[in-house]
């Protein structure tokens, strides 16, 4: 049986535990054919795991591309993207696929950084993606940068942030709020225009995190590529990058990274959905 095709427009994590990498792991374990358009190969300094971020030339970018789609994706997720050339690039590569779905992983931030990687990238994303999104997947700051608003601190702030980039043309919003969200639960909150839900687990040690963001954009991806709906892609990707987090290892003084297959082979995690 052939297996659907997921395509990821991304940058490379060279230590292997984000980018590319993590959404390589993350398409196999949801048995979809997962292909890659590189954008930017980042490094990290040994001694003080500073990033480097190193883009890939736009010829190289529209090569790659143009293989991609040759190959005829189901599904489309972006990544790390260094520029507005490439962000265009990205949403002229998925309407000019066959893909039925478009998820925006809209990193702004290398993992341990605080700066916006650059800021006019944050307007080229409003502008060209944002339209053409099935599913965004913002973290706090991002949603916060997205809206134009400060950074969410409760659940409230995070609705407001989600109303404003469904406004924007996503159809479908998901905000990572985690940890980092008011109450005792992990929590996340989604809106699909009509009503909020906020899906929630137990709340774990998040020490072992690099990558989470990336696997979870990638495994809703391909779930819906797979043919779920994106609220039951959303789901089954929270449940799938927690028990990857849970199950996380030390890779080293620095960091510590998810477990990629622990939900098929170590525990699946259960995750309550409550409309609000």
């Given amino acids: 049986m052939a297996l659907k095709k997921t395509l990821t427009i991304a940058g490379s994590d060279t230590s292997g535990g984000a980018g590319i990498a993590a959404d390589l792991k993350t398409f196999q374990e949801h048995e979809t054919y997962g292909m890659t358009a590189l954008t930017t190969i980042v490094t990290m300094d040994p001694e003080t795991w500073s990033h480097g971020v190193n883009p890939i030339p736009l010829e190289v970018v529209d090569a790659q591309l143009e293989t991609a789609l040759s190959i005829s994706p189901d599904a489309i997720k972006t990544g790390m993207l260094p520029s507005e050339e490439v962000i265009e690039r990205s949403k002229n590569a998925y309407l000019n696929s066959n893909a039925k779905h478009f998820v925006i992983d809209p990193v ?60 924007k043309g996503a159809q479908h919003v998901i905000i990572k709020g985690g940890s980092e969200i008011e109450g005792d639960k992990a929590a996340d909150v989604y809106y699909d225009g ?4 906020m899906l929630t687990s137990d709340k774990i ?45 030390k890779m080293n003084e620095h960091v510590g990274v998810v477990r990629h297959g622990a939900y ?4 699946k995690i259960d995750v309550k959905d409550e409309t609000i």
Avoid at 224 to 233: D, F, I, Q, S, W
Wanted: glycine fraction near 8%.
């Fill in 264 to 267: 098929n082979s170590v525990e």
């Fill in 108 to 167: 702004m931030v290398c993992k341990g950084d605080d700066e916006v990687l650059n800021p006019g990238l944050v307007d080229a994303m409003v502008e060209h993606l944002l339209p053409h999104a099935t599913v965004v997947t913002p973290n706090l700051f991002e949603a916060g940068q997205l809206a134009g608003y400060k950074t969410p601190k409760t659940l409230d702030d995070a609705k407001k942030c989600a109303e404003v980039i469904h406004e």
């Fill in 205 to 249: 040690d998040a020490s072992y995190n690099h990558g989470a963001g990336c696997t979870f954009a990638a495994a809703i991806t391909a779930n819906l590529a797979n043919g779920l709906t994106p609220l039951e892609a959303i789901q089954n990707a929270k449940a799938f990058v927690t028990s990857a987090i849970k199950n996380g290892w």
């Fill in 194 to 197: 009509s009503e909020f839900h």
